[in-house]
């Protein structure tokens, strides 16, 4: 299992970015799939999941309304739209996914939100 994240950065309060995470070694559509985020100082939290064939998710609180997770089964890629950036959301942010039990992570990207 490998997944690889892009497009973190550097946003004003009030942006948006939109995180893109592209899997391999795995039946991509064939399994949940998740953004989790960790501050400095903070503990990993789940931010965002997607499940297999796309049609239900779940969001933390903290998030609803301004991330938006979806997936495209055909390019083996789940995205992450974030909109209304607050200086909080500043984070690793990190793709994963359960595949026979084992929890895979990506490398992680940096979201910085400041003015």
């Known amino acids: 299992v490998q997944l690889v994240e892009f497009g973190g950065g550097l946003v004003q309060p009030g942006g948006s970015l939109r995180l893109s995470c592209v899997a391999s070694?795995?039946?991509?559509?064939?399994?949940?799939m998740y953004w989790y985020r960790q501050a400095p100082g903070k503990e990993r939290e789940l931010v965002a999941a997607i499940f297999s064939g796309g049609g239900s998710t779940n969001y933390a609180d903290s998030v609803k309304g301004r991330f938006t997770i979806s997936r495209d089964n055909a390019k083996n890629t789940v995205y992450l739209q974030m909109n209304s950036l607050k200086p909080e959301d500043t984070a690793v942010y990190y793709c994963?996914?359960?595949?026979?039990?084992?929890?895979?992570w990506g490398q992680g990207t940096q979201v910085t939100v400041s003015s």
């Open positions: 994963s996914t359960l595949v026979r039990l084992a929890r895979s």
């Open positions: 070694g795995f039946t991509f559509s064939s399994y949940h």
